[in-house]
């Protein structure tokens, strides 16, 4: 099993990609408009229409599916950007200069969570994780982490 794509609800589809195509470089691959029967049954609402474009990191991976929903809209839950909150909270994106990608979000006014921090233990293989937070243009938490070997 692996994952096939990760699903961000989004108040602005132009917003988003201007953040995942624009700000990080991943690469739209999909767009198409959502609408009958079949995404009513599947989200459980009645008369969804919505915006669905698809990202990707350069180098592959896992996709980012980015839905903006025209109808019904939903609720803005600021308190889902708390690391705290149940649920899902974050998704991690391995950089291979961590540096450099908070020196491109601090450029374009992405608002950075912390400075950089070093994982005070070593994770899976004996690798020494380097890491922080975002926000994303919804509020959604993006992990971005550099991982060394000794």
Not at 37 to 43: E, P, R, S
Request: hydrophobic share 40%; glycine share 8%; with cysteine.
């Amino acid at each position: 099993m692996t994952i096939n794509h990760i699903n961000i609800v989004v108040a602005s589809i132009d917003a988003s990609l201007n953040f995942y195509v624009g700000v990080l470089g991943m690469r739209e691959t999909f767009r198409c408009e959502l609408e009958g029967g079949w995404i009513d049954t599947v989200t459980g609402l009645t008369g969804a229409k919505a915006s669905c474009v698809f990202v990707q990191p350069p180098n592959g991976g896992c996709r980012i599916e980015l839905l903006q929903y025209h109808a019904p809209t939903g609720v803005d839950v600021r308190e889902n950007s708390l690391p705290n909150t149940g649920g899902l909270r974050h998704f991690a994106l391995d950089v291979q200069d961590l540096d450099a990608i908070i020196a491109k979000l601090e450029e374009t006014g992405t608002p950075i969570l912390s400075p950089p921090v070093t994982v005070p233990f070593r994770i899976v293989d004996n690798i020494q994780k380097r890491l922080c937070y975002t926000l994303d243009p919804d509020g959604v938490i993006v992990e971005f982490s550099q991982h060394q070997r000794d």
